[in-house]
T-cell receptor, first 112, second 111 residues
Framework: DTGVSQNPRHKITKRGQNVTFRCDPI?????LYWYRQTLGQGPEFLTY????????KSRLLSDRFSAERPKGSFSTLEIQRTEQGDSAMYLC??????????FGSGTRLTVV | GEDVEQSLFLSVREGDSSVINCTYT??????LYWYKQEPGAGLQLLTY?????DMKQDQRLTVLLNKKDKHLSLRIADTQTGDSAIYFC???????????FGQGTELSVKP
């Protein structure tokens, strides 16, 4: 297991299109987190799963955003009708228990 | 509310010590973390400290925690040019483990 894997690394999309990102956590980790990082800022929490249950969603996660973790393993984050303000780095992290310390390399989204 | 604050920039000479400071507000945090981020990369965990500890040392890194003042610092001894990066302080939310990050301190190491 080589850590948390995110795909794609980069995504350029036109405004109004839908995009989907994938995160593969460390295999024995039961918790999975999504964060968003804009330029010059620290990461901001979006949502997290314990196994397949989505336990918390940030107010940043508008109705256009949806995340799933159907089998308690990998997760997807979908953004519908993308806007320029969605341009950011989307980071995934996983943990076993409360200590969320392993991050993926992120997916950089550019909306043009 | 939850808030983590850091100074934005720090510049040091190679071989000197660097001290990056952070203040946080959530006194119920169980862990406090330091992450490193290089340009275009994800977050690399450097070290963390339990909230019941005052100090933790790990090779060139020393973390000091003052719970009374809600102040956390990271000292890097013998700073090298490869240490140039953005350093993030983070506290964990006691409900579920989500992290609250500061805005990051950009460390510049001059030869």
């Amino acid at each position: 297991d080589t850590g948390v894997s995110q795909n794609p690394r980069h995504k350029i999309t036109k405004r109004g299109q839908n995009v989907t990102f994938r995160c593969d956590p460390i295999s024995e980790h039961n918790r999975l987190y999504w964060y968003r990082q804009t330029l010059g800022q620290g990461p901001e929490f979006l949502t997290y799963f314990q196994n397949e249950a989505q336990l918390e969603k940030s107010r940043l996660l508008s109705d256009r955003f949806s995340a799933e973790r159907p089998k308690g393993s990998f997760s997807t984050l979908e953004i519908q009708r993308t806007e320029q303000g969605d341009s950011a780095m989307y980071l995934c992290a996983s943990s076993l228990g409360d200590r969320a310390d392993t991050f993926g390399s992120g997916t950089r989204l550019t909306v043009v | 509310g939850e808030d983590v604050e850091q100074s934005l920039f720090l510049s040091v000479r190679e071989g000197d010590s660097s001290v990056i400071n952070c203040t946080y507000t959530d006194s119920s945090s169980t862990y406090l973390y330091w992450y490193k981020q290089e340009p275009g990369a994800g977050l690399q965990l450097l070290t963390y400290i339990f909230s019941n500890m005052d100090m933790k040392q790990d090779q060139r890194l020393t973390v000091l925690l003052n719970k009374k003042d809600k102040h956390l610092s990271l000292r890097i001894a013998d700073t090298q040019t490869g240490d140039s990066a953005i350093y993030f302080c983070a506290e964990n939310n006691n409900q579920g483990g989500k992290l609250i990050f500061g805005q990051g301190t950009e460390l510049s190491v001059k030869p």
